[in-house]
């Protein structure tokens, strides 16, 4: 059963960091294409970042120097280091994957597993 589990969300101050984790279960990562997407109250999802079976990687403009996506393939896992963290980076952030045979990405591309999500919420 493939499955993906995110972690590491929580409540942190503007300026502060955080970092998600992404478990993968049942398939290995390394072959597919992933993504990190979030989703604020009241608005649609948005592509956050993705990392292409060839190690490409892609950010949404909002976040570009400050969040980082990176993979450790012994682990499984793929995480989303998250720095100088703003209110408006509230929201609920899913990682996803797609057993895409293209060895890039796309921010806002489709994706066929998702994780159950995790709350990111930036507050004084």
């Known amino acids: 059963q493939l499955q ?3 972690s590491g969300g929580g409540l942190v101050q ?13 398939f290995t990562l390394h072959y597919y294409a992933i993504g990190w997407f979030r989703q604020a109250p009241g608005k649609e999802r948005e592509g956050v970042s993705c990392m292409g079976r060839s190690g490409y990687i892609n950010y949404v403009d909002s976040v570009k120097g400050r969040f980082t996506i990176s993979r450790d393939n012994a682990k499984n896992t793929v995480f989303l280091q998250m720095s100088r963290l703003k209110p ?14 293209s060895l890039g990405c796309k921010v806002d591309g489709s994706y066929t597993y998702w994780g159950q999500g995790t709350q990111v919420t930036v507050s004084s």
């Not at 502060?16 to 993968?24: D, F, I, N, T, Y």
């Not at 408006?88 to 045979?101: I, S």
């Open 4 to 6: 993906l589990v995110e």
């Open 14 to 26: 503007p300026g502060g960091s955080l970092r998600l984790s992404c478990a993968a279960s049942g």
């Open 88 to 101: 408006e980076d509230t929201a609920v952030y899913y990682c996803a994957a797609d057993p895409t045979t």
